[in-house]
Nanobody, 125 residues
């Protein structure tokens, strides 16, 4: 069992930056691939970024590539999402997720076993 807790969301202006953090409970954090997803009002949950167990493989949605950076610190049981050049369309609840057996379809919600409660990011124009 893994419990995930996100933090770092808030209200910012377009062009600003935020860093989201997700802390995992337990001693097996390094056994999980980690992902960030988001859900905008009236839309489905969508993939944002993913990172493999040791951080060697990283993936991004096209909409955030070049602006967002995912990273992890296994010693701190934490995954981060650095978000730069934020746009109003980035407004959403952001969720971190942990998957024990994430495959090549890392962008699918079903690949992940555990989810955090989410943190709200609002970007004003």
């Amino acid at each position: 069992q893994v419990q995930l807790s996100e933090s770092g969301g808030g209200l910012v202006q377009a062009g600003d930056s935020l860093r989201l953090s997700c802390v995992a409970s337990g001693r097996t954090f390094s056994s999980y691939s980690m992902g960030w997803f988001r859900r905008a009002p009236g839309k489905e949950r969508e993939f944002v970024a993913a990172i493999s167990r040791r951080g060697f493989n990283i993936y991004y949605a096209n909409s955030v590539k070049g602006r967002f950076t995912i990273s992890r610190d296994n010693a701190k049981n934490t995954v981060y999402l650095q978000m730069n050049s934020l746009k109003p369309e980035d407004t959403a609840v952001y969720y971190c997720a942990a998957g024990a057996s994430v495959s090549a379809t890392y962008y699918r919600v079903a690949e992940y076993d555990y989810w955090g409660q989410g943190t709200q990011v609002t970007v004003s124009s």
